[in-house]
Every structure is written in C-alpha cells, then in structure tokens.
T-cell receptor, first 112, second 115 residues
Framework: DAKTTQPPSMDCAEGRAANLPCNHS???????VYWYRQIHSQGPQYIIH???NNETNEMASLIITEDRKSSTLILPHATLRDTAVYYC?????????????FGQGTILTVHP | EAQVTQNPRYLITVTGKKLTVTCSQN?????MSWYRQDPGLGLRQIYY???????DKGDVPEGYKVSRKEKRNFPLILESPSPNQTSLYFC??????????????FGPGTRLTVL
C-alpha cells in the first residue's frame, strides 16, 4: 500500500479555511486518495475521495496535485465541531480493496 | 438510515471469559471487517469478510474469531480474552469491489477492557 505522510497537528481559527496537507509520493495510477476523520473516539467518518481531479462535496474540497504525489483537504469554513483527527488514506486494490490503512493522521484543533 | 451498529458499546471483563461483540449493517453490504484501535498504533484490521461464509485474516487476527452466516451480521468472538486485547474496536462495511470508489461505514465502536 502506498504510504501517506501528514503533519501531526494543525490549528485553525473558527470560520477560516483549514488546509490539511498529505504526501503520498508512491501512489499507483489506479489508487484513490481518501480522507476520513475521527471525532474523539467515534467511528471514522468518510469525508471525500478523489483520483486525479479536484473534488468538492458538502463537507470539503480535495485538491490533488497533477503528479498525484500530494493532496490537500480543505474545510472552507471550519467550526469547533471540525476538531478531529483527519486521516489521509490511499485505497488499496486487489483482494485488499476493503482494507483501509490508517496512519497517525493530523489532529486539527479549531479554536474560537 | 444507513448504519452499522455494534453491541455492547462498553464491556469490562476478566481474562479467559469468552465474549462476543456483535456487528450489524442495514445496507446489504457484502464486505465487512473489524478493526482495533490502540494509542500510537492507529486502526489495524483484525478480520474481514467479502461475503457470506467467506472470511479471512487481517493484520492482527491472533486471539480472535469471526463468522459470517448472514450478510448483515459479522460478530467478533474472543474465545479467551487477555489483557492485551483491551482496545477500542470498530466494525465497518462497504458494498463490494464492484466500484473502487465505495466508502466504508464504521460503527460507533466498542471499548473493551480485559482485567
């Protein structure tokens, strides 16, 4: 599985955009980038995913570089409830398609 | 509402006393799996099942058993729990490999303490 590298922690002011970076330099051509978050000790929650193009949904935007070696998750207007651990994951293929390999993630703290 | 449920949510038990953590999903998903989460180690896959009667080991299967007799349920069985199985456990499901973009749904977690 391609490994991902994320900063251990980040801060963001409430109402501002939170930009969370992720490096995945060994990603394969058919592997997707997924973002999940975990609030406190709840079950991980899906946020967004992408292959090559930038993606946007009601929660966030995902910007993937042209060489696909890195990506950025953008929470456009962070709220206190967005404080969580954010995981960038490269989705494996083959018989391991269902396995998500979680790293340490980035602890995002949104402050007033 | 699409969801994955787990029971119990919290459990304190003693070494050697067999226990089962249930997992159920209402989305007719084929793939289900169990993860455990420990400080500093992230989430690690214990077992997974690609369909009814099809199960396989994940990264940390020792000390655990699973069964998949019906599509919606995927119980995790600890025949003889030990203190090193004290952890936070998550069940997850997704539809199938028919599309590589399916997302996984996670249950709320079961916090297990083995004394």
């Amino acid at each position: 599985d391609a490994k991902t590298t994320q900063p251990p922690s980040m801060d963001c002011a409430e109402g501002r955009a939170a930009n969370l970076p992720c490096n995945h330099s060994t990603i394969s051509g058919n592997e997707y980038v997924y973002w999940y978050r975990q609030i406190h000790s709840q079950g991980p929650q899906y946020i967004i995913h992408g292959l090559k193009n930038n993606e946007t949904n009601e929660m966030a935007s995902l910007i993937i570089t042209e060489d696909r070696k890195s990506s950025t998750l953008i929470l456009p207007h962070a709220t206190l409830r967005d404080t969580a651990v954010y995981y960038c994951i490269v989705r494996a293929g083959g018989t391991s398609y269902g396995k998500l390999t979680f790293g340490q993630g980035t602890i995002l703290t949104v402050h007033p | 509402e699409a969801q994955v449920t787990q029971n119990p949510r919290y459990l304190i038990t003693v070494t050697g006393k067999k226990l089962t953590v249930t997992c159920s999903q209402n989305m007719n998903h084929e793939y289900m799996s169990w993860y455990r989460q420990d400080p500093g180690l992230g989430l690690r896959q214990i077992y997974y099942s690609m369909n009814v009667e099809v199960t396989d080991k994940g990264d940390v299967p020792e000390g655990y058993k699973v069964s998949r007799k019906e599509k919606r349920n995927f119980p995790l069985i600890l025949e003889s729990p030990s203190p090193n199985q004290t952890s936070l456990y998550f069940c997850a499901s997704l539809r199938s490999r028919a599309t590589s973009t399916d997302t996984q749904y996670f249950g709320p977690g079961t916090r297990l303490t083995v004394l």
